[in-house]
């Protein structure tokens, strides 16, 4: 059973590949900043729900590249070897906060996730290849029947990179914060007062088979939205749900160009996009061809993964990344000159990234991780500083 979930291992190429996407965002630290090795992390429980809630810091070491768990202390431990069938983790569990509550923990230098559930322990196994995550999609997932979210995290000498994610899955409100040198807290994740219950309601309400996403436990509770690329694997959105719009764009640049300019700091870094014989080629601005890219699908899309693949390079990664973003905010049309980074123009046309879309109206600040590469022109929910002195994770009211 638990087998065919490897595919969700937290690998260190897995938390490497996180932490390059949080340091793109990042700013550089003050010279002189001393992060330590443990920071505190308060976390508040104003979920208004009355089980027990239990918190794990999960991730890899950066300095030896193991993977383990860390304590309430912010001690790190490593993982067991795991097994094939993956065997049990240790229980990394800590009692969480109460409702109306309040608990500080310390987190150590890693780049993981902070996992938070409802009422019951979630269920980690070890497989010989390390952590296997939870991933509900499966239905015979141990944790698909438990309220859990998680928040990623990266704490090295560099700073804290901490995030709300939407990526996989909308659940369990969070909000997450983090503490200046100066005193001052910035935060982001807070959903708008009703925001919790207005999300399931909008895709039940989106024609096209966007209720689908919705998961409901027999109990009468809602779990969760899958995010819409499971939906697709697991037919609880129709693999075609893309398909319009992404015909559109590959008709229009067969007789248009593409421009992408990929790098904030580089505006003249830019590469031309043109489709001939059903592929897209960039050329840079000697007219050489750099990277092509076949017609996606709706996976490829919502995925931002197979047909457009972003290998962390200079050139074929980050132009994908804006195509992704491009499609998933469905500005490619409206707009040939990408990145559009207007909030303004996103999600205007009737075929697009309904559950992104959802996700970010209902936002207090308007910031989500709804997608990969919702990062592209800075609408990700993210805190960073280099020199944090304590960070928060917040549990928000579900309604």
């Known amino acids: 059973m638990l087998a065919s979930l490897t595919h969700r291992l937290l690998t260190a190429a897995a938390a490497a590949t996180l932490l390059g996407a949080l340091f793109t965002v990042g700013s550089a630290p003050a010279a002189d900043a001393a992060v330590p090795e443990t920071i505190p992390l308060q976390i508040t429980n104003n979920s208004g729900r009355g089980e027990p809630v239990y918190v794990y810091t999960l991730g890899t070491s950066l300095t030896t590249g193991q993977q383990g768990w860390a304590d309430a202390d912010g001690t790190f431990h490593a993982w067991p070897a795991g097994g094939n069938p993956p065997t049990p983790a240790p229980d990394a569990s800590i009692p969480g906060p109460a409702a109306g509550q309040s608990r500080t923990i310390r987190i150590p230098k890693l780049s993981g996730r902070i996992y938070f559930s409802y009422g019951q322990k979630l269920d980690f196994r070890l497989?010989?290849?390390?952590?296997?995550?939870?991933?509900v999609q499966n239905p015979s997932d141990p944790n698909r029947n438990i309220l859990f979210n998680w928040s990623e995290y990266t704490l090295n000498d560099a700073g804290l990179w901490l995030n709300s994610t939407q990526v996989d899955m909308f659940s369990a409100p969070y909000s997450v914060g983090v503490q200046r040198a100066d005193?001052?807290?910035?935060?982001?994740?807070?959903?708008?007062?009703?925001?919790?219950?207005?999300?399931?309601?909008?895709?039940?309400?989106?024609?096209?088979?966007?209720?689908?996403?919705?998961?409901?436990?027999?109990?009468?509770?809602?779990?969760?939205?899958?995010s819409p690329l499971y939906a697709v694997e697991t037919g609880a959105l129709p693999a075609t749900v893309m398909n319009d719009y992404i015909d559109r764009v590959w008709q229009r640049y067969a007789t248009t160009t593409l421009t992408v300019a990929p790098f904030a700091d580089q505006p003249n870094t830019r590469y031309f996009g043109r489709v001939s014989g059903g592929v897209m080629n960039f050329t840079n601005s000697s007219g050489a061809v750099v990277t092509s890219f076949q017609k996606p699908d709706a996976s490829s899309v919502f995925g931002c993964h197979r047909l457009l693949d972003a290998p962390n390079d200079q050139v074929r990664g980050p132009i994908s990344r804006t195509l992704c973003a491009g499609f998933n905010r469905?500005?490619?049309?409206?707009?040939?000159?990408?990145?559009?980074?207007?909030?303004?123009?996103?999600?205007?046309?009737?075929?697009?990234?309904?559950?992104?879309?959802?996700?970010?109206?209902?936002?207090?600040?308007?910031?989500?991780?709804?997608?990969?590469?919702?990062?592209?022109?800075?609408?990700?929910?993210?805190?960073?500083d280099g020199d944090p002195q304590q960070a928060y994770l917040t549990l928000d009211p579900l309604s």
């Not at 497989?127 to 991933?135: M, N």
């Not at 005193?183 to 994740?189: A, D, F, L, P, Y």
């Open 127 to 135: 497989a010989t290849g390390g952590l296997v995550q939870p991933a």
């Open 183 to 226: 005193g001052q807290v910035s935060t982001t994740g807070r959903l708008k007062a009703g925001g919790y219950n207005a999300v399931f309601d909008a895709l039940r309400a989106q024609p096209g088979g966007w209720g689908g996403l919705v998961h409901t436990r027999s109990d009468g509770t809602v779990l969760r939205a899958l």
């Open 330 to 384: 469905s500005t490619l049309l409206s707009n040939a000159n990408q990145p559009d980074t207007s909030s303004a123009n996103f999600y205007q046309d009737g075929v697009t990234n309904h559950y992104a879309r959802v996700i970010h109206d209902r936002m207090a600040d308007g910031k989500a991780y709804a997608f990969a590469f919702d990062d592209v022109g800075h609408h990700e929910s993210l805190v960073h």
